[in-house]
């Protein structure tokens, strides 16, 4: 491979495949000229897409590239001469300080790391997510001094899209509760730190009677606006913000109420039942007549009479099933 001999006569990837033979041949035979290896990855660093910039061996930045100043929120002027780590906060900040002052005990290379997450502290004093790269490149004949690289990403819009994703897969679109799947999530958390703890954890089923009368007399999409109203009451009857109330399937409904005994749960499912009862359908062009009330199953665990979580929710159940057969618009709870 030839060498060329100044770096405005160079294009970019001719001068990246030079610094990489360079530092990874280290060849003491065919070093290139420390001025002129500096200048190569100046160009370099100022060319590339990326977010990139140069720490020196006591992690101050010596140079920064457009994109990398952006990520910063400043102008190189107010970056250049900083410790990289005044650009983190308290926990990362420690770790890369640490990493500067250890790493001429450890070899060069060992304070590589490939992408990582870190909670970027701009100069405006807002944090930006991003993930930092940090390569060492050794000192040679061509290059005295270690230098490290660091290469960045800005992860927000990745992350608040990644959250976005998140939240619909555990919301239930109709009615926006939590859906089965995020139910299953929370009973399965809230057992083990209830039981942990020796705090009690109750659960209400909530089922629509006779929706399916409901749906043929005024249709489905009247019947979808009931579930609407429904999963409002619902939400809103909740004893803690701790709670959580799903939508378990159709016209079912569940309630998870950690460190809730048997009688905080009765008291919130008879809010539902009376708040149910008094719900007007007019506004949506139904008559005053139409009511419409719902059938609750409570179980609550208290002191290991239940094993499983999934043993409290059959108990729930079968007391919502009692509920139904006794003659519906009431409240079981299941001995
Ligand atoms: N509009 C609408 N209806 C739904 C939805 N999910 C389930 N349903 C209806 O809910 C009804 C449930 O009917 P059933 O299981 O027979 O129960 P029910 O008529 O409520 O009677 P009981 O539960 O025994 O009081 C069915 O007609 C389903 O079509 C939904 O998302 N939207």
Known sequence: MSIPHTPA????????????YDISSNDPSFPLPASLAESLLHTLVSH???????????????????????LFGAPKDKIVGKKLSEFFYRDAQEEYDNLFQGWHMTTETQLNHGPKEVLL????????EVDLSLSCLPASDSNPKAVFIGI?????????EYKELRRLARTDSLTQLANRHAFDEVLQRNWQECV??????SLV?????????????????QGD?????????????LPSRHCLAARYGGEEFALILPGCNAHIAEATAMRVQQQINKLSFTAQGLDASVKISV???IACERNGQFRTPTALLCAADTALYRAKSDGRDRINLSQ
């Open 205 to 221: 089923i909530i089922d629509v009677d006779y929706f399916k009368s409901f749906n043929d007399a005024h249709g489905h999409v």
């Open 121 to 128: 502290k701009r100069n405006d004093g807002q944090p930006l």
């Open 225 to 237: 606006e009931c579930l609407k109203r429904i999963a409002q009451v619902i939400q809103a009857a």
């Open 48 to 70: 590339i897409a990326e977010a990139m910039f140069l720490v020196n061996s006591a992690g101050v930045i010596e140079m920064i590239n457009p994109q990398g100043a952006k």
């Open 196 to 201: 942990s703890h020796g705090l009690p954890l």
């Open 9 to 20: 006569q160079t294009s970019q990837s001719e001068v990246i495949n030079t610094i990489s």
């Open 152 to 160: 960045m990403h800005n992860l927000s819009s990745h992350k608040a």
């Open 295 to 297: 059938s609750q199953g």
